[in-house]
């Protein structure tokens, strides 16, 4: 049972390959979250590009081909999902409320334009 201590070089170098090795899996870790957020910052985008964005005004028209404007709503209303409505500008909604189209009682569009009927 002759058996040597390391000396205090080979002790240095295995403690730089353990630092090293601990290193290089610190790395890949990082290396793969950063994919991972790449990744899912690209399905983010892909997936705004796919789905329009909400407009913020809408007009509802009445039943039947040409009829009148009934109602102006906020793009995000709760009233105007399933109706029949187009998107519009902010300059149209302010028109058509001042041309004496209805505003929606939920949404009040005409108090987020500061417009009053005359």
């Given at each position: ?71 102006i ?10 109706v ?35």
């Open positions: 049972m002759n058996e040597r201590s390391p000396s205090r070089l080979e002790l240095l170098r295995f403690a730089r390959r353990v630092v090293a090795q601990q290193a290089t899996t610190a790395l890949t870790q990082l290396d793969r979250w950063i994919a991972d957020e790449e990744r899912r910052e690209t399905e983010r985008r892909t997936g705004d590009a796919r789905h329009p964005r909400t407009p913020e005004w809408l007009m509802e028209r009445g039943i039947g081909t040409g009829s009148p404007p009934a109602r709503h906020r793009g995000d209303c709760h009233m105007a999902k399933g029949r409505v187009k998107a519009i500008t902010e300059e149209q909604a302010r028109r058509a409320l001042y041309a004496c189209v209805a505003a929606c009682p939920h949404c009040n569009p005409d108090t987020a334009l500061q417009v009053v009927p005359e």
